[in-house]
């Protein structure tokens, strides 16, 4: 299995800067472009280990839809403790699943875990005890989300939770300019540059469509989900709880 390199991708002036995709090139550097770029990430990861210890329970199904190489489905392998229970890891970028294959292959945790290479829009969810959405709604297409979170609620059990976590937007527009400054000064900390913040954001622009905590919090009530808040932010990311 290759080695992860660390992301240089945006490093370099490019002639056109492309639409952000999940591809080869991505995948090759995700584990460090993901940890430099997104804070609270491995808070968020070690916590969908404690829910899935919490919340699954036997002979259900466990998703993590979008699951790139698969954090959050090794963080639930790891600690589902309920018998028979079985996880479903799905992501539309064939890069992403090749790789994540090759890395649960050398994984020894019990739970058995099925990927799935297909959109979101196409995925059925049932006699689920949890599912995750890692940074995941926010590239869907913004009239998709609420067919996408209804999907889910209905194939979750009774008191059984969505896991959602997302790059959010703000009302007001000097707090969203100060969160997306303050997101960039992380981003510097972690060693990018100017050129590199810049290009990656023209980048993600014409892809990641972000909203605010106020429209996933109605979304996720109108889709059948009886308990809705946040658990963790920092800056303009954040993650929901999302309970049926």
């Known amino acids: 299995m290759t080695e992860p390199r660390p992301d240089r991708l945006y490093a370099n002036p490019l002639e056109e800067v492309r639409r952000f995709a999940f591809d080869q090139s991505v995948v090759e550097v995700f584990p460090d472009m993901i940890k430099r770029s997104v804070p ?43 018998d028979n229970c079985h996880i479903v890891a799905v992501d539309s970028s064939p890069a992403m699943i090749e790789r994540c294959q090759q ?16 959109t979101l829009q196409k995925v059925v969810v049932g006699n689920a005890s949890m599912v995750v959405l890692n940074f995941t709604l926010q590239f869907i297409p913004v ?24 790059k959010v937007a703000f009302d007001d527009p000097l707090h969203n300019e100060l969160m997306i400054e303050l997101h960039h000064n992380f981003k510097r ?3 990018y540059s100017d050129l590199e913040i810049a290009q990656k954001r023209s980048s993600l622009e014409q892809v990641l469509i972000p909203e605010t905590l106020g429209e996933h919090r109605q979304r ?23 309970i049926k």
Do not use: K
């Not at 998709?144 to 997302?166: K, M, N, Y």
């Open 143 to 166: 009239q998709d989300r609420r067919q996408v979170l209804t999907r889910i609620a209905d194939g979750l059990q009774p008191g059984g939770i969505l896991i959602l976590s997302e």
């Open 40 to 82: 609270g990430y491995t808070t968020i990861i070690n916590m969908i280990g404690d829910l899935a210890e919490r919340y699954a329970t036997p002979n259900s199904r466990c998703y993590d839809l979008g699951c790139s190489l698969g954090a959050a489905t090794l963080a639930m392998r790891h600690r589902i403790r309920a």
């Open 189 to 191: 900390a972690n060693g």
């Open 103 to 118: 890395i649960l292959a050398v994984d020894t945790a019990e739970p058995t875990v099925e990927l799935v290479c297909d």
């Open 220 to 242: 996720l009530r109108d889709a059948g989900f009886s308990s809705v808040d946040v658990w963790f932010q920092c800056f303009n990311f954040a993650s929901m709880i999302a």
